[in-house]
């Protein structure tokens, strides 16, 4: 089925050089992964202060590392949907386009997304809690899927995600603002926009004047400023979009 963009949206579309796509669990909820808030999401069956926070890893170091190596192989079992291939495409399609994500799962970048801005860390890499040495999250799960490996320097391994409390990598995140600041296309996909400062980003595409999309079927803080809003599935909407955004950037093809 053909979709057109709204006449104002393909304006903005058809002008744009810099695109912001800020991602969330919501995308690869597709590809069977659990989002974290919401029916069905992680959030329901657990407690996220009793697992994603430095302080629960340093109470119970078993039962937080058993869950990432739960996510971990959850992930590895995933495949990237429809909704991270065409984000992928739209490298083809902008100039310059950023894609900033929350999620740890690395489809974005199995699915071909090239420049990419992983806020919250990645589930695929493990680092030691004292020394900072990084390695390779299978490899310390299969070293050790019970509890945490122990580094050489006696510290324990942990996976190189953000919990909450900590800083988001410094760089990274003024990447993100950086990007977002200067873009004149934000998409937002399956975010609730409830963490910070990730959430911050969007507040930031508003200020900057950039032509705001949101994908969600649930309506979020940010929907009232949104200048077009989808609610089915990202792996239903964006195709459609990212084949209406091709049409109207390249005419001919
Ligand atoms: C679909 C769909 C489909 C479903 N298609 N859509 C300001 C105000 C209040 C609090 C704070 C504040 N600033 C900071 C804070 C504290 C805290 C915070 O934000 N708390 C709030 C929850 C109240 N933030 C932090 O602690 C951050 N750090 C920090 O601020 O540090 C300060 C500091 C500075 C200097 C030194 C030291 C400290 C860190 C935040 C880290 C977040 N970490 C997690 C876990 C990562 C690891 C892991 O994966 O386990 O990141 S929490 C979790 O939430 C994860 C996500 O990336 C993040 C965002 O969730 P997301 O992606 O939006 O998912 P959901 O589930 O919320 O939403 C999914 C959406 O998809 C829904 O809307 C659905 O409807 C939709 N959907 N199917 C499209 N098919
Ligand atoms: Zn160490």
Not at 50 to 74: C, M, N, S
Not at 120 to 132: E, L, M, P
Not at 197 to 226: D, K, V
Request: net charge negative; charged share 25%.
């Amino acid at each position: 089925m053909t979709v057109e963009l709204s006449q104002p949206v393909r304006e903005r579309v058809r002008s744009a050089e810099r695109v912001v796509v800020f991602s969330g669990a919501g995308v690869s909820r597709e590809s069977g992964l659990d989002t974290f808030r919401g029916a069905g999401g992680l959030w329901e069956r657990m407690r996220p202060e009793e697992l994603a926070t430095p302080e629960a890893f340093r109470a119970d170091p078993e039962k937080v590392w058993q869950w990432y190596a739960w996510r971990y192989r959850r992930v590895c079992e995933a495949s990237p949907n429809p909704a991270h291939k065409s984000v992928a495409r739209l490298e083809a399609v902008f100039p310059i386009i950023r894609v900033v994500t929350q999620n740890v799962d690395g489809l974005h970048e199995r699915a071909g997304s090239r420049d990419l801005l992983e806020l919250h860390g990645t589930i695929t890499r493990a680092f030691c809690n004292r020394c900072g040495q990084r390695r390779d999250m299978g490899e310390a799960i299969a070293e050790s899927a019970a509890a945490p490996p122990v580094c050489s320097c006696g510290g324990r391994f942990r996976p190189a995600v953000v919990w909450f409390g900590e800083a988001l990598p410094e760089d990274v995140f003024r990447q993100a603002c950086e990007a977002t600041e200067s873009c004149d296309l934000f998409l937002s996909v399956g975010t609730s926009g409830t963490v910070y400062p990730a959430a911050g980003l969007i507040e930031l595409a508003h200020q900057a004047g950039a032509c705001l999309i949101e994908i969600n079927p649930e309506p979020t803080p940010f929907s009232r400023w949104m200048d077009l809003r989808l609610t089915s599935p990202a792996g239903e909407a964006l195709p459609a979009r990212v084949e209406a955004m091709e049409r109207c950037r390249c005419p001919t093809t």
